[in-house]
């Protein structure tokens, strides 16, 4: 039984780790480039993206015990998860382009498959239960992986390299 019990604590250990891994690199992709973007549409994608990784960072915070579990600050971030993902494909309707919007041509030509991974990425916002650590632990993995699934997907990764 002794041995067992340390199985289920590592293995949990391990889970918090590779979310706070996979949750490092989605954060990482989200950082604009050095070039101003004056786009006003191209602006509003990049806010609610900072927005959707403000809210995640928040829970994956508590989760990872860099903050305290607060129910109400969870329950916040939850609502802007929910309000954002729903605005999706509103903000990415229109097809724009610059340099460090980091969106793919593919959002505007597999548009349908770009909505249903957005709607995929609310019901996951919705079904974030911010009421406990626990069902924070359970709920908050699988929005990750629906972010992180359409951002393989439909968002190109910054260069690191530019310098200016």
């Known amino acids: 039984m002794f041995k067992h019990s340390w ?7 391990g889970a918090v780790c590779i979310f706070c891994l996979s949750f490092g ?10 070039a101003v973007i004056t786009d006003k ?15 995640l960072l928040t829970l994956s ?22 309000e ?17 919007s980091h969106a793919r041509p593919e959002i505007w030509t597999r548009w349908q498959d770009f909505e249903a991974r957005a709607s995929k ?3 996951a916002a919705k079904q974030i239960s ?3 650590m626990k069902g924070l632990r359970r709920s908050l993995p699988p929005l ?12 190109t990764t910054p260069n690191r390299a530019i310098t200016h």
């Open 25 to 34: 690199v989605l954060g990482a992709e989200l950082t604009a480039g050095s």
């Open 84 to 100: 954002n993902t729903r605005r999706i494909p509103k903000v990415f309707a229109r097809q724009r382009m610059a340099v460090n």
């Open 130 to 132: 911010a009421r406990s």
């Open 61 to 82: 915070d508590m989760v990872a015990g860099r903050r305290v579990f607060e129910p109400k600050t969870a329950r916040a971030a939850r609502r802007v998860l929910m």
């Open 121 to 123: 990425a609310r019901q």
């Open 41 to 55: 549409h191209i602006q509003a994608r990049l806010t609610l993206m900072r927005a959707q990784k403000d809210a």
């Open 7 to 13: 199985r289920i604590v590592l293995s949990r250990q």
């Open 144 to 155: 990750v992986e629906t972010c992180h699934s359409c951002h393989q997907s439909y968002r």
